[in-house]
């Protein structure tokens, strides 16, 4: 019986693993079968096979259950005075003009067009009558100073694709602009 046992861990985590997606919680699903088992009267188990992937049919089933009951739970609190991202970033952008004033004129003039005006590459190219992969890389290379000109004043703390999470000043800014 015990090695009938100890034959049926590997497939039964590979089972409850491809269940559940995790190895962690494949690992504590996979040992709380087995001390389930270990509660069963064993006599009177005809194939153990057979039940002890039923209780790790029934111990998956739980496991999702009470992970859907604290899902809902954590749905349902209220958490007061947690900033949404985007007032973060519009906090943040308030204040990019100001540095954007303290890069030198050839990137401050296209940065300004691009960034805060809105105006396409392109656009900027054949208003300004420069070519358009020089506008491109000079906006380039604005955009690289005005992150290290931010990057003395404030540390920014981004998300997976970029979104602004939150910033935390390091010095007081008058001397590169106002990062409040």
Not at 39 to 59: G, M, P, Q
């Amino acid at each position: 019986m015990q090695y009938q046992i100890e034959s049926l861990y590997e497939p039964l985590y590979f089972y409850i693993k491809k269940r559940v997606g995790n190895q962690e919680d494949a690992k504590d699903l996979t040992q709380d079968v087995f001390y389930k088992l270990s509660k069963s009267e064993l006599d009177s188990i005809e194939n153990v096979r057979h039940w002890v992937f039923t209780i790790a049919k029934n111990t998956i089933t739980d496991y999702y259950r009470q992970k859907r009951i604290f899902t809902e739970n954590a749905d349902n609190r209220v958490i007061p005075d947690v900033a949404e991202p985007h007032d973060v970033s519009k906090e943040l952008s308030e204040c990019i003009d100001s540095f954007i004033d303290f890069l030198p004129e050839e990137y401050r003039t296209l940065l300004k067009l691009s960034e805060l005006d809105g105006i396409s590459q392109k656009q900027i190219a054949e208003q300004t009558g420069m070519n358009y992969v020089t506008v491109r890389s000079k906006i380039q290379r604005g955009r690289k100073k005005l992150r290290a000109i931010f990057a003395q004043c404030c540390v920014v703390t981004q998300g997976g694709k970029g979104s602004i999470l939150g910033y935390e000043q390091r010095i007081p800014c008058n001397q590169k602009g106002v990062c409040r």
